[in-house]
């Protein structure tokens, strides 16, 4: 062991998870963290963006959340998304820090605010590839489902079509540029966690197909077909991962590979 920090317990095992995402880079460990009071679950929540460093876990800056997912979520349950609400590379922390507020670029080193990317407000995910931010927007407040049609921790998707429009917007990391945004009927119903990227080429899923878009204009390249149906609102989600020239997709009850040419 070569240190620890507390908390020693998290808030509750059957509410949302204290620990939203974490990430490290450049010898510091970036996470979000719920700081809010261990006995009783129903006492307000405290969500703070917390830097350390990585070697010894000295605190070195906290970052407050003002708003976040109801941390009275239900047990093993609450967006398949908070874990991509943050991102480090480099020196470089890229987050959210309000559940439907825009990305923003803070000093690692210093945890200060360097830059609001314009137009990402309502950001649901986010990666960062070869230096360009791609960020999927919609609605987050979408994903707290209060309808019986969603019960249960292993309920995979909500049976019904998607109305609220979606984008997967690109900026250059740096500069905060607004390089190209994709649109349309097919980003309503964008699988979460299905964004990826590599080489030129960037993508996602949706309800019927796998899709493959140009990393430097958006322009999509191609589809094929992959059903999932449904929104998926709760604990689940299809799996894609990117490797060299083929990309894989798993959900339940199927993995199928592509060729990514």
Same mark, same amino acid.
Request: proline share 4%.
């Given at each position: 062991?070569?240190?620890?920090?507390?908390?020693?317990?998290? +808030?509750?095992?059957?509410?949302?998870?204290?620990?939203?995402?974490? &990430?490290?880079?450049?010898?510091?460990?970036? =996470?979000?963290?719920?700081?809010?009071?261990?006995?009783?679950?129903?006492?307000?929540?405290?969500?703070?963006? @917390?830097? +350390?460093?990585?070697?010894?876990?000295?605190?070195?800056?906290?970052?407050?959340?003002?708003?976040?997912?109801?941390?009275?979520?239900?047990?093993?349950?609450?967006?398949?998304?908070?874990?991509? +609400?943050?991102?480090?590379?480099?020196?470089?922390? =890229?987050?959210?820090?309000?559940?439907?507020?825009?990305? @923003?670029?803070?000093?690692? %080193?210093? *945890?200060?605010?360097?830059?609001? =990317?314009?137009?990402?407000?309502?950001?649901?995910?986010?990666? !960062?590839?070869?230096?360009?931010?791609?960020?999927? &927007?919609?609605?987050?407040?979408?994903?707290?489902?209060?309808?019986?049609?969603?019960?249960?921790?292993?309920?995979?998707?909500?049976?019904?079509? %998607?109305?609220?429009?979606?984008?997967?917007? %690109?900026?250059?990391?740096?500069?905060?540029?607004?390089?190209?945004? %994709?649109?349309?009927?097919?980003?309503?119903? @964008?699988?979460?966690?299905?964004? !990826?990227?590599?080489?030129?080429?960037?993508?996602?899923?949706?309800?019927?197909?796998?899709? !493959?878009?140009?990393?430097?204009?958006?322009?999509?390249?191609?589809?094929?077909?992959?059903?999932?149906?449904?929104?998926?609102?709760?604990?689940?989600?299809?799996?894609?991962?990117?490797?060299?020239?083929?990309?894989? !997709?798993?959900?339940?009850?199927?993995? =199928? *590979?592509?060729?990514?040419?």
């Amino acid at each position: 062991l070569q240190w620890w920090a507390g908390p020693k317990h998290a +808030r509750h095992h059957d509410a949302l998870a204290s620990l939203s995402a974490m &990430t490290t880079s450049n010898g510091r460990i970036f =996470y979000i963290y719920d700081e809010g009071s261990i006995s009783v679950v129903h006492r307000p929540p405290d969500w703070k963006l @917390i830097a +350390r460093d990585a070697f010894n876990g000295k605190l070195l800056w906290k970052r407050s959340i003002p708003t976040w997912m109801t941390h009275l979520y239900n047990f093993r349950a609450g967006p398949q998304q908070l874990p991509r +609400r943050l991102v480090s590379v480099g020196d470089s922390v =890229y987050v959210t820090l309000g559940f439907d507020a825009p990305v @923003i670029k803070i000093d690692g %080193a210093t *945890g200060k605010t360097l830059m609001t =990317y314009s137009g990402s407000d309502k950001a649901e995910e986010l990666i !960062c590839h070869n230096g360009t931010l791609l960020v999927v &927007t919609g609605d987050p407040n979408m994903l707290i489902d209060k309808s019986d049609k969603c019960f249960g921790y292993w309920q995979l998707a909500v049976h019904e079509k %998607a109305t609220i429009s979606k984008s997967i917007v %690109a900026y250059n990391a740096e500069s905060g540029k607004k390089l190209w945004s %994709a649109t349309g009927d097919n980003l309503k119903n @964008i699988t979460p966690l299905s964004l !990826c990227a590599r080489g030129e080429n960037v993508f996602y899923l949706d309800n019927a197909q796998l899709h !493959c878009l140009a990393a430097d204009s958006g322009k999509e390249k191609w589809a094929s077909e992959f059903k999932t149906e449904g929104q998926f609102i709760r604990s689940y989600a299809p799996t894609v991962v990117v490797r060299d020239d083929v990309i894989m !997709c798993l959900t339940w009850d199927r993995l =199928y *590979g592509y060729a990514v040419k």
